[in-house]
C-alpha cells in the first residue's frame, strides 16, 4: 500500500512538472436525452404489426474519475465516467391504435470523454470527442419473444460547453452529439430498426479535486 501511495505521489508529481497544473478527482452529475425526435417505428413482426415511438426520455446520472491538465490558459481534461439513461417507448397497434402501451429501457455505458479548451480565470471552454463502451441494458420490450438487443460494443461522438472552476470544485454544463442513429440496437425477427434521428445528451456535473 506504501509503494502504491509513493508511486502515484510520483506521478503526479511528474505530471505537475509537465503541465504546470494536474489535478485529480471524482465527479457525479445529471444528463438527459436532448432526441428531437417525433417520428414512429413502423415494425412488422410476423402477423403482428406495430409503431414504436418516444414517450418520454428520463433523467440520467453519471459517476467517475476526472484529470485536469493546465499549460498556461490551455487545459486537457480526459475523463472516465460509467453512466446510466432510460427512455420510454409507446407502443400502439396499427390495425388497432386504441391499443397502447408503454415500455422502458435503461442503458449503462462507460464513457472516455477527451476534452481540450482554454481557460480564463474560473471559465473553461471546453470540446472534444467521446466513446461510449456499452456495458449493459435492461428492457420491458423483452416482454415480446422475438425482441433482441443487438449493441455495438464502441460508438462515438463528441462533448461540448462551459466549465467553472472554484479551487477544488469543478462545474461543467456541456451538450454531447452522436454519429450513430437512436434505437440502432432495436430488433425483431432478424430485423434492426432505428430512428432517424441522431442522440444528444445535455449534461451538468460537478467534480471535486486534489491537486
Known sequence: MMRLSLLLL???SSLELAFGQFRVGFKGGLSTYDLGVN?????????QSFQLGISDAKFG???GVVLQMQIGSFV?????VWNSN?????YTEITN???TQVFDEKYQYLDIPFLFGIKAGPLRLMAGPVGHYFIDSTSDLFDFESYDQKFKSMTYGYQGGIGLDFFNILLDFRYEGNFTKFGEHITFSGTQYNFSSTPARLLASVAITIG
Open 10 to 12: 510520483i506521478l503526479m
Open 39 to 47: 417520428e414512429f417505428i413502423d415494425i412488422v413482426d410476423g402477423t
Open 61 to 63: 446520472y453519471h459517476l
Open 76 to 80: 486537457m481534461q480526459p475523463e472516465a
Open 86 to 90: 432510460s427512455v420510454e417507448y409507446s
Open 97 to 99: 391504435p386504441s391499443v
